[in-house]
């Protein structure tokens, strides 16, 4: 069984402040972890994703993910946030070993202020 | 190119009614998959296709969910009849065969409302 656990419903920042969503993932065997926003009125837009390689992934916007074995993690992070990102961040991952099902964490909203 | 694209975006419907929901998914992908988020949840995977064939439905909630993908192309959800229970934002997203490390391309939603 595979799982992902956003702690956060809410994350709060002051535009130019650094921004971190977290994420914790379980699954039985290696992970693909991806991450996915979903701005007002809008579908699910991939923002970055960790296959194998380098634990720091680099993505759309700006964005950055480190996947950290250990603790099981896959945190997202902007060093320098912009109102326009705010929105619904939702980590999903995939065992490698299993079909193509993602799990989603239940999502957590990022809200920019000016 | 076009993405994944959903029909419709919204729909409010009386408990009893059916409703089917629509993907056409990006051309040349064969897998083709639903997703269901209720309100603040997590987003839960309800089946796979891969072209015309269920590859996994285990996360069909029970009968009165319906999913085909006939010819391979597009495909329908149908909920019939609806329960309150199933309001909630249905995606579809769309993969290219054969790559597991190949992000999924998802649509707007549907949003569905049952009252």
């Known amino acids: 069984a595979q799982s992902v656990a956003q702690p956060e419903d809410q994350v709060n920042v002051a535009e130019g402040n650094p921004l971190t969503v977290k994420c914790t993932y379980s699954?039985?065997?290696?992970?693909?972890l991806f991450w996915y926003v979903q701005y007002p009125n809008r579908g699910l837009q991939f923002l970055l994703k960790?296959?194998?390689?380098?634990?720091l992934v680099k993505g759309s916007y700006g964005f950055e993910a480190e996947f950290n074995k250990s603790q099981t993690s896959f945190h997202l992070k902007k060093p320098s946030a912009l109102v326009s990102d705010s929105a619904l961040y939702f980590c999903a991952v995939r065992d490698m070993s299993d079909d193509y099902k993602l799990s989603f964490g239940a999502g957590t909203t990022v809200t920019v202020r000016a | 190119e076009a993405g994944v694209t959903q029909f419709p975006s919204h729909s409010v419907i009386e408990k009893g009614q059916t409703v089917t929901l629509r993907c056409d998914p990006i051309?040349?992908?064969?897998?083709l998959y639903w997703y269901r988020r209720v309100m603040g949840k997590e987003i839960k995977f309800l089946l796979h296709f891969v072209k015309e064939s269920k590859q996994d439905e285990s996360g069909m909630p029970n009968n009165r969910f319906l999913a085909e993908r006939t010819g391979g192309t597009y495909s329908t959800l149908k909920v019939q009849p609806a329960e309150l229970e199933d309001s909630g934002v249905y995606f579809c997203?769309?993969?290219?065969?054969?790559?597991?490390?190949?992000?999924?391309?998802f649509g707007q939603g549907t949003r569905l409302t049952v009252v």
């Open positions: 960790y296959i194998t390689g380098d634990n």
């Open positions: 699954v039985s065997g290696n992970p693909y």
């Open positions: 051309s040349g992908h064969d897998n």
């Open positions: 997203a769309s993969s290219p065969r054969g790559a597991l490390n190949t992000e999924a391309f």
